[in-house]
């Protein structure tokens, strides 16, 4: 009864968010350039030196047509990796100076005692590390044998801040699945409070990978990992919201799936193209800060996000699901955009028949 | 006014609330931290000239920025209940020689400004 209730709620919820559409989180991909050369590049985020760097005033102008801005609205630098600009504490400064927050995503590998300071000078007040495994799945990963050593080093100096909220994300693959236990405690004894878990979309370079995918049978004991985990409450472990997955919404996070790109979430990208997530398809770009009125093409268009009915297609069509899910996280829509290309819920329910027999 | 009412009622209800707190998959949490901005400028007590190459660090903390050619400087840094600033002559005798000091901020606002003055060693 309290969870039909609940249920029911979260929908009206939803609807009311989507009609609303407040921009509450703007992603900015600052650059392309990355220092490291991933295995699964391309899948969260992407390198390519094509591009020169976007100028702070390019983004800063698109920022300024933003009208009523919500109180918690949040600039968050993301790449290729931020760090490799040693303009971002200028960049946040002047966010600052206009009464936002801002925060940034980075592989670590530039994030040094010096710059941790410069940051929070600038007066960044949150922060998302990569770590990928142990020593030699982390390094396998980020394709880099100094990678786990560095990182390990960065988290230590993020957690010794109280100022930033910082969290790690972990990209779950077959070669740290074994792993997630002891890259908990590890984590635990760096005073890490908060670890979000990913698993690879299939786009980039992940395509072709089969070490980068976990199997269904896996993908259901990492959902097992997490609730037991959030039992326990030795670190806010979560399920990152990159899918909808069915029996264990509210198992594994916080809040019931709900993909917010274009609903609360949107991105300047390094050419100037305004969207959501940077690792949605760039096919979904709405417009481009060099032509457009940033926050007119925010209010007006992204049809496509808020009205997520054309994503009833392919295996979506017939799904039961359908009404929670909404062909799950828009990052899995690429292509030619006639199947979802993870669904999660399948997986596991895949998983659980699996068993059964 | 009455529809963010509403929409914060059903987000209660709905567990959501999380508090319209969310964070984009590849994305950050989202800050709730609390800090402020130190602004000011270093000057000599004798001269009134502005003092570069000042170390203002705030004690307990690794922070700090050095004063620029005009005696300034500005961070943000977290909004403590006792917050010391400190101030000290790192250069040795290339800008000349001061006394440091320590200033206990006890004003409590998101924005301060700071006239110091070093009495010359």
């Keep these: 009864m309290i969870a039909t209730l609940k249920k029911h709620a979260f929908k009206a919820y939803k609807k009311s968010a989507i009609r609303k559409h407040e921009l509450n989180y703007l992603f900015w991909e600052c650059t392309t350039k990355c220092n490291l050369n991933c295995l699964h590049c391309g899948s969260d985020c992407a390198k390519d030196s094509a591009f020169e760097d976007m100028p702070i005033e390019d983004f800063l102008k698109a920022v300024d047509t933003i009208q009523n801005i919500p109180k918690n609205f949040t600039v968050v630098f993301t790449g290729g990796e931020p760090l490799i600009r040693n303009d971002i504490e200028i960049c946040g400064r002047e966010l600052r100076k206009r009464g936002f927050k801002w925060s940034l995503v980075t592989n670590g590998h530039l994030y040094n005692k010096q710059r941790h300071i410069s940051l929070l000078n600038a007066g960044i007040g949150a922060l998302t590390i990569s770590f990928d495994g142990l020593q030699e799945s982390h390094n396998w990963l980020r394709n880099n044998t100094h990678s786990f050593t560095t990182v390990l080093k960065a988290i230590e100096l993020a957690t010794s801040s109280n100022r930033i909220n910082f969290d790690v994300v972990t990209c779950v693959n077959q070669k740290n699945f074994a792993e997630l236990e002891q890259i908990k405690q590890l984590l635990i004894s760096k005073n890490v409070k908060a670890w979000r878990l990913f698993t690879i979309i299939p786009i980039g370079r992940a395509v072709n990978n089969p070490d980068l995918h976990i199997t269904d049978a896996q993908f259901l004991a990492l959902m097992e990992f997490i609730k037991i985990n959030r039992k326990t409450k030795e670190i806010d472990i979560k399920f990152s919201c990159e899918g909808y997955v069915g029996r264990y919404e509210l198992d594994v996070r916080d809040s019931n799936f709900f993909c917010r790109a274009g609903i609360n979430i949107g991105s300047v990208l390094i050419d100037g193209s305004i969207s959501a997530c940077p690792n949605i398809d760039r096919a979904f770009s709405q417009g481009n800060i060099y032509t457009h009125n940033f926050y007119e093409i925010w209010h007006n268009k992204f049809q496509a996000f808020r009205n997520r009915e054309w994503t009833k297609i392919g295996q979506c069509k017939s799904c039961k699901d359908y009404d929670d899910c909404q062909g799950n996280g828009f990052h899995n829509w690429h292509g030619e955009h006639t199947n979802v290309l993870v669904c999660h819920n399948e997986k596991i329910e895949n998983a659980i028949k699996h068993q059964k027999r | ?121």
Excluded: W
């Design chain 2, 1 to 121: 006014m009455k529809k963010n009412v509403c929409r914060k009622i059903i987000g209660g209800l709905s567990l959501t609330s999380a508090m319209f707190v969310f964070q984009a998959c590849y994305g950050t949490p989202q800050d709730f931290g609390l800090d402020l901005l130190v602004e000011g400028q270093v000057k000599a007590k004798a001269s009134g000239l502005p003092i570069q190459g000042i170390k203002v660090s705030v004690a307990g903390n690794v922070q700090y920025e050095i004063t620029d050619e005009n005696g300034k400087f500005s961070f943000y840094t977290e909004m403590l209940e006792d917050l010391t600033l400190k101030f000290q002559d790192v250069d040795s005798t290339q800008n000349g020689l001061f006394h440091d000091k320590d200033t206990l901020l006890t004003e409590r606002s998101d924005k301060i400004y700071l006239d110091i003055t070093l009495d010359e060693k």
